[in-house]
């Protein structure tokens, strides 16, 4: 599974746990309902800003890590 696909459905199970809409997520994060759905599908690349701002709302945060060889 694609980077975007992982994280499009880490968002989607996350906010469907707090039981939160696409469009009250949209609003809260400050972002576009129609970004927000692309997000969620995997259709678009969304930028850091709008992953920040995304994870805040969720309660979760973006990390980085070296991959083990």
Same mark, same amino acid.
């Given at each position: ?5 992982? *994280?499009? @459905? @880490? ?10 809409? %696409?469009?009250? !997520?949209?609003?809260?994060?400050? *972002? #576009?309902?129609?970004? !927000?759905?692309?997000?969620?599908? #995997?259709?678009?690349?969304?930028? @850091? ?7 805040? $709302? !969720? #309660?979760?945060?973006?990390? @980085? %890590? $070296?991959?083990? $060889?």
């Amino acid at each position: 599974m694609a980077a975007i696909q992982k *994280i499009a @459905l @880490l968002i989607q199970q996350r906010r469907d746990q707090m039981r939160i809409t %696409q469009k009250q !997520l949209a609003d809260m994060a400050d *972002i #576009g309902i129609n970004t !927000l759905y692309k997000i969620e599908t #995997g259709q678009a690349n969304p930028t @850091l800003e709008s992953l920040q701002k995304i994870t805040d $709302v !969720l #309660g979760m945060e973006i990390t @980085l %890590q $070296v991959k083990k $060889v």
